[in-house]
Structure formats: structure tokens, C-alpha cells
């Protein structure tokens, strides 16, 4: 069974500082690896996702993400951060022949301006 | 394209009576899940839909239930609710495999049970 954790409910981040929100996972098979976002009052919104192609992955609105197979990571981080980043996160695992994603606790970013 | 559309926004119930969710997905897709967002416990998996049958659920009591018709629209029915039911439930569509095709989430419902 696949299961991820992220480390830290709560993070606070400084307008224009580097966001970086930790996620592991264990998983008995090779893992797609997912970052999705939640802004308030909405639902999940896909922010990136690893699928076995390279490791270092780009998404939307400059986050990015690096799978690290030998430390079972898969970290988001983003240089500068944004008011508009403030928002909920959610990493993400599927094994490849799974049909459910397994989501971490989630994370939420303050940014303090 | 219009998104997944999930209704209603709020459900007000009381202890031991029923909810009834409603999620439209976005046209073409024939999956649908859904997922129970409670305070302070995540997302938790609750079921799958494809193709108008259950293809999986999580662990969760029978008294979540749900369905798909034809058109791909999907129904959550949760019985005899109890408080900790309350939470947002998000209904999310997807054209294939979740590994291979995003999630697309609506806004979710959020029942309160009092």
C-alpha cells in the first residue's frame, strides 16, 4: 500500500522568500507523484505531477518538484513567494496500475508580506 | 469547458437523518470520485465510479453509498448520519487512469450535521 506524509501542517513564508514544503512517500511499486493546490473555498487544483519521465519536474505558477527515489521525497518548492501562494497543499501518490491517488495531511502556506 | 460542478454548496442535516450529493463532471469524462475532507484528517478516498459501476471505495461504513448514471453525473447518499460526518465532500472527474489523466475537483458540499 502507498502512503505519503507531509512534514508540517503549517508553514510561514515571507512575500518574495523560497516556499518549501516537504513530502515522503512509501510505496511498493515505482510511485506517480502528484502536488495539488486548494485555495480557499475551492477544490484541488493540479499543480504538478511525476510520472517516471525526468526528475526534476515544473508545474504551474513557477512551483517545482524533484523526486528523489534514494530519499523516497518529492519536495515542492517555488524561489520567490507570492501573496496569491497562500493556499492549501496536497502531495499525492498512484501507483501505476492504481485507479485512487493517495493524499498527504496537506500543508498550508502563509505568506506574510 | 464548464468544471465539475458539485451541488449544493452547503447541506444543513440533523443526527440520524440523510444526505444527498450531486456531482456533474466535466463532459467526456467517465470517472468520478469522490472524497471526504474533514477537519484536521485529510482527504480520504471514498469512492470510484467509472463507467456507471463502482470500481473501489475506501473505508468507509456502508452507509456511504452512491451511484453514476448514464450521462456520468454521480449521487453520494450518506444514511443515518452521525456527527462526524460533517466535513467537505469533493467530487473530482478525470477522462482516464488518475496517474495519467489529472483530477479535475469541483468546489465541494459542505454538510454540517448537527
Known amino acids: 500500500a502507498q502512503s505519503v506524509t507531509q512534514l508540517g501542517s503549517h508553514v510561514s513564508v515571507s512575500e518574495g522568500a523560497l516556499v518549501l514544503l516537504r513530502c515522503n512517500y512509501s510505496?511498493?511499486?515505482?510511485?506517480?507523484l502528484f502536488w495539488y493546490v486548494q485555495y480557499p473555498n475551492q477544490g484541488l487544483q493540479l499543480l504538478l505531477k511525476?510520472?517516471?519521465?525526468?526528475?526534476l519536474v515544473k508545474g504551474i505558477n513557477g512551483f517545482e518538484a524533484e523526486f528523489k527515489k534514494s530519499e523516497t521525497s518529492f519536495h515542492l518548492t517555488k524561489p520567490s513567494a507570492h501573496m496569491s501562494d497562500a493556499a492549501e497543499y496536497f502531495c499525492?501518490?498512484?501507483?501505476?496500475?492504481?485507479?485512487?491517488?493517495?493524499f498527504g495531511g496537506g500543508t498550508r502556506v502563509l505568506v506574510k508580506p | 469547458e464548464a468544471g465539475v460542478t458539485q451541488s449544493p454548496t452547503h447541506l444543513i442535516k440533523t443526527r440520524g437523518q440523510q444526505a444527498t450529493l450531486r456531482c456533474s463532471p466535466i463532459?467526456?469524462?467517465?470517472?468520478v470520485y469522490w472524497y471526504q475532507q474533514a477537519l484536521g484528517l485529510g482527504l480520504q478516498f471514498l469512492l470510484w465510479?467509472?463507467?456507471?459501476?463502482?470500481?473501489n471505495r475506501g473505508n468507509f461504513p456502508p452507509r456511504f453509498s452512491g451511484r453514476q448514471f448514464p450521462n456520468y453525473s454521480s449521487e453520494l447518499n450518506v444514511n443515518a448520519l452521525e456527527l462526524e460526518d460533517s466535513a467537505l465532500y469533493l467530487c473530482?472527474?478525470?477522462?482516464?487512469?488518475?496517474?495519467?489523466?489529472?483530477?479535475?475537483f469541483g468546489n465541494g458540499t459542505r454538510l454540517t450535521v448537527t
Open positions: 499525492a501518490v498512484s501507483k501505476a496500475a492504481g485507479n485512487k491517488l493517495t
Open positions: 510505496s511498493s511499486v515505482p510511485p506517480y
Open positions: 473530482a472527474s478525470t477522462e482516464g487512469a488518475p496517474y495519467n489523466s489529472p483530477l479535475h
Open positions: 511525476y510520472t517516471s519521465a525526468a526528475t
Open positions: 465510479y467509472d463507467e456507471g459501476e463502482e470500481r
Open positions: 463532459s467526456g469524462h467517465t470517472s
